[in-house]
């Protein structure tokens, strides 16, 4: 584990109580450390359920120091990860170009999508989107506010995240 990997940054989530928030445990086990991490189960949380964390000299990470770094590296990469951002549907009549619309629309207003879901039921189609903003932060009002009127009042519907 080098330090310039490590990425300490948290997420500024708005609303995230004590029982959502990520634990981590370290735990000595002869010659080797046990990783328990406690989190609200999503999507692509932990892609693989065993690693093998080791310094870069290949001993393992055994100081009370290392073991708080590595806490904080995991605490905050789960906690950045919480938020899927502000839920967006579109609901319209079924036409060519709608998506290429839209999302031209979420890049001008510096938006990333993290997931959609489109489907298209008896002519009319309805798209879904989870957009931060580019950073990874939640959507001001004010950007909310600008897709509306570029996309129209009618068709859009917000809903908050946590």
């Known amino acids: ?19 959502q928030k990520p634990k981590v445990n370290v735990v000595d086990d002869k010659d080797y450390l046990v990783v328990t991490i406690q989190s609200k189960d999503r999507p692509k949380l932990l892609f693989d ?4 964390i080791r310094l870069i000299d290949g001993s393992p990470v055994k100081s009370d120091t290392g073991r ?9 990469a789960i906690e950045r990860r919480v938020s899927e ?12 170009g709608p998506l290429y619309d839209v999302t031209r629309i979420f890049r001008e207003n510096n938006l990333t999508i993290t997931r ?3 489907r298209t039921r008896a002519g009319k189609a309805v798209d879904t989107f989870y957009v931060p903003d580019a950073s990874g932060h939640p959507v001001d009002e004010r950007t909310i506010d600008s897709i509306r009127q570029a996309i129209g009042q009618a068709i859009l519907h917000v809903n908050g995240l946590s």
Do not use: N, P, W
Request: proline share 0%; glycine share 4%; aromatic share 4%.
């Open 49 to 52: 359920t065993e690693y093998h």
């Open 116 to 118: 959609s879901e489109v």
């Open 1 to 19: 584990m080098m330090s310039s990997d490590c990425d300490y940054e948290r997420a500024d989530v708005v609303g995230l109580d004590e029982k």
């Open 85 to 96: 951002g502000v839920k967006l549907e579109l609901s319209a009549t079924d036409r060519v």
């Open 68 to 76: 708080q770094k590595l806490i904080r590296c995991l605490e905050s």
